[in-house]
């Protein structure tokens, strides 16, 4: 049985602030069921330690630049019986807010050291010098918090194959230069090739440079990041190794996502009773306190385009300047010219928040904002709307697109990266073959996203075809069985290329 070691920032259910959680809580399961030996490595945080109890201690580390003793503590991920092991720092990772950042939103000022420990306690493992009886032939890493690890690993000889995934290049890892020399790191990794990007250290660049292999999370995805639009200046590095790239998609937990047994809805429902979703989008509108028209409560089959019932879009993420708020708050007032209604759950830039309360009072019958991440309001988000909107910029996967057509909401999403991979566009030619899932809106401009929106309203208005369209989306197959296969695959690839 091959081993594999997974190390990440953050992995749900143990700790999470974004996709990256989603993805590393869920491939190491599925890939594990694959018959993988697979130990997740990540951070002592509180709440991790929390959640994976019971814990025992299995290593005592004593690394370079590191006071003290660093234990690896191992638990279990919640319901899966996948071992878990923590680096156990207090200095490090006892503390509060959440794993890179203060409460107050700003970074810890000691991430560097922070992450750095966490890629030495890989390479420890990897190397079979933390003595445990367990040493992987890949290691697994994700991000720029663990970049450091292929880095570190190419100095070994011999070692495990490394694999670098990118979850979303904007954010890389970048310190002062000085940084380099304080983390004690071998000079011959300070390099243009290396880890030098115009005169900053690059944690990213770690595994760019150095993994045998490299991923991302969607195919197009890999191809945009070796463009100037996308690559965040590391285009020239991606097309260089572009033979060891590839984009595979992510896949979703159809456990935590099924409108069949989701306990977070007022009504469950399937694929065969959609028209019992309609109880969801009256509960929605309570959700946010617009006025339930008695018109909406019609079931979805005997909908009628006449009968005043209102479009309702729904939006959850995080507020940023990637997710094309922006294009939203630009055709706020034509949305309630054209009586659309929009619910918005998510939290991030305060300037993005401050613009999105005034919309809200501007257009109380238009627009409603919860600021804040809701689990349980996501769900209903997800269920409830008529469709999903997620105009990103640029969209590395996605995952709440993948959601969204499970439950029967079809996405309204802009053209690019994983959005792109996953969302048929509803053409005459799409919604003739049956193939149609959704709407694709390109360039990334206001009057493209609002042209977007209205045929979706147009196809509202006939209901034969958008039950059509919504159940379609609800037989795509997403799962992450699929998408471990291609990992385990790419695993057996470098380990047949090693031997």
């Not at 445990?132 to 991000?143: A, G, Q, R, Y």
């Not at 429902?269 to 306190?289: C, E, G, P, R």
């Not at 991440?373 to 769900?379: F, G, P, T």
Request: glycine share 8%; net charge positive.
């Amino acid at each position: 049985m091959s081993k594999l070691l997974f190390v990440a920032s953050e992995v749900t259910p143990l700790i999470m602030t974004g996709g990256l959680a989603d993805v590393c809580g869920s491939l190491p399961v599925a890939l594990k069921a694959m018959r993988w030996s697979v130990r997740l490595l990540m951070p002592a945080y509180p709440q991790a330690v929390k959640q994976a109890a019971p814990t025992r201690l299995i290593a005592t580390l004593h690394l370079r630049g590191t006071p003290g003793e660093v234990k690896i503590l191992e638990g279990h991920l919640p319901g899966a019986n996948l071992p878990v092991w923590l680096v156990d720092y207090a200095p490090a990772f006892e503390r509060a807010g959440n794993p890179y950042a203060k409460t107050d939103g700003t970074d810890w000022p000691d991430n560097a050291e922070r992450f750095a420990l966490l890629s030495r306690c890989a390479v420890e493992i990897a190397q079979g010098r933390a003595n445990l009886s367990w040493i992987p032939d890949v290691v697994h890493c994700n991000d720029w918090q663990t970049g450091l690890a292929p880095a570190l690993l190419s100095t070994e000889s011999p070692r495990p194959a490394t694999v670098f995934t990118i979850h979303n290049l904007a954010y890389q890892g970048l310190f002062p230069a000085r940084t380099f020399q304080a983390l004690g790191l071998p000079e011959v990794l300070w390099s243009p090739e290396g880890l030098e990007f115009h005169g900053k250290l690059s944690f990213i660049k770690g595994g760019l440079a150095f993994a045998d292999h490299i991923t991302t999370v969607s195919p197009s995805y890999a191809e945009e990041i070796q463009t100037a639009q996308c690559g965040c200046g590391l285009e020239g590095l991606l097309h260089y190794r572009r033979h060891v790239l590839t984009g595979i998609l992510n896949g979703i937990d159809e456990k935590a996502w099924n409108p069949e047994k989701d306990k977070h809805i007022t009504q469950t429902y399937s694929v065969d009773t959609l028209h019992k979703k309609s109880h969801n989008k009256q509960a929605l509108l309570k959700d946010f306190h617009f006025p339930v028209n008695a018109s909406a409560a019609t079931s979805s089959k005997n909908r009628s385009a006449d009968n005043g019932q209102r479009l309702l879009l729904g939006s959850v993420g995080r507020l940023a300047e990637q997710k094309g708020i922006d294009l939203l708050l630009d055709i706020i007032g034509r949305l309630a010219a054209l009586d659309v209604q929009c619910v918005l759950l998510g939290s991030g830039d305060k300037h993005l928040e401050k613009s999105l309360r005034a919309a809200a009072r501007r257009y109380p019958d238009t627009l409603g904002v919860h600021f804040a991440y809701d689990d349980r309001l996501a769900h209903r988000i997800k269920a409830g709307a008529d469709a999903f909107l997620m105009p990103s910029n640029f969209e590395p996967c996605g995952l709440s697109q993948l959601y969204s057509l499970r439950y029967g909401t079809p996405p309204i999403v802009h053209s690019v990266g994983g959005l792109k991979d996953t969302v048929v566009d509803s053409s005459s030619a799409a919604l003739k073959a049956g193939a149609a899932t959704g709407f694709r809106f390109s360039p990334a401009t206001p009057d493209a996203l609002l042209e977007s929106i209205e045929r979706a309203i147009t196809l509202y208005a006939q209901p034969q075809q958008w039950n059509k369209l919504c159940k379609t989306g609800m037989t795509q197959c997403f799962n992450w069985r699929s998408s471990a296969r291609r990992y385990a695959e790419l695993y057996r690839g470098l380990l047949k290329s090693a031997r």
